[in-house]
């Protein structure tokens, strides 16, 4: 049971232009989400989160939207580079239920190929 | 920065061998974890630690034991290996707190094969 799901395997996108990555999850317990950037060799790297409180949180080029609703997050990279190639991951977690223990939900990640 | 350090990057052993991976992180964090990572699967937990000499089942334990004797040691056991346990293994650290969200912060993977 996929709780975590990330439709699309992989994407490309041209260099300076907008890149959507994107995200459901089925879990309504979850109340943090983040995104892992992973390049091939290396181990993912944290790069913007965002909590059930709020519906958007930006930091640089990169901007996370979560709408509950639809239990839907979208991570957004503008303008995207070369880079920024790599595998993205979504996860989530439900903080309270763990008690601090941030036990992660991944998805099976996004291959982002930015192209000049 | 954050250091999760993972003792091999390659491993190669054979089917039925009693494999060790271990992970040290250098920032104090409570909470440690090992996953593995396949193609199309994404990362999947396979024990986690709170605390020293706590553990917890993740996702999928089968096949493995950990350790934790010391807050910044981490190790995952493969009691028998066998060849489906072939995969990238990832370890990661975290602050442990129960009000503010704290990302983890991972190792850079040990690729093992069995043969």
């Known amino acids: 049971d996929q709780q975590v799901k990330q439709n699309s395997p992989s994407l490309s996108v041209q260099e300076g232009r907008i890149s959507i990555l994107n995200c459901d999850y089925t879990?309504?317990?979850?109340?943090?989400f983040l995104w892992y950037k992973k390049y091939p060799a290396e181990g993912p790297t944290f790069l913007i989160s965002i909590s059930s409180i709020k519906d958007k949180n930006e930091d640089g080029r990169f901007t996370v939207f979560l709408n509950k609703s639809a239990k839907h997050l979208s991570l957004h990279i503008v303008p995207s580079q070369p880079g920024d190639s790599a595998v993205y991951f979504c996860?989530?977690?439900?903080?309270?239920?763990?008690?601090?223990?941030?036990?992660?939900?991944f998805g099976t990640g996004t291959q982002l190929k930015v192209e000049l | 920065d954050v250091k999760v350090t993972q003792s091999s990057r390659y491993l190669v052993k054979r089917t039925g061998e009693k494999v060790f991976l271990e992970c040290v992180q250098d920032?104090?964090?409570?909470?440690m974890f090992w996953y593995r990572q396949d193609p199309g699967l994404g990362l999947r937990l396979i024990y986690f630690?709170?605390?020293?000499?706590?553990?917890e089942k993740g996702d999928i334990p089968e096949g493995y034991s950990v350790s934790r004797e010391k807050k910044e040691r981490f190790s995952l056991i493969l009691e028998s290996a066998s060849t489906n346990q072939t995969s990238m293994y990832l370890c990661?650290?975290?602050?442990?707190?129960?009000?503010?969200?704290?990302?983890?912060?991972f190792g850079d993977g040990t690729r093992l094969s069995i043969l």
């Open positions: 879990n309504s317990m979850f109340d943090y």
């Open positions: 996860a989530a977690s439900h903080t309270i239920l763990t008690g601090g223990g941030n036990k992660l939900t």
């Open positions: 920032m104090d964090h409570e909470n």
């Open positions: 990661a650290s975290s602050f442990r707190d129960s009000i503010l969200n704290q990302p983890q912060h």
């Open positions: 630690s709170y605390d020293v000499k706590m553990k």
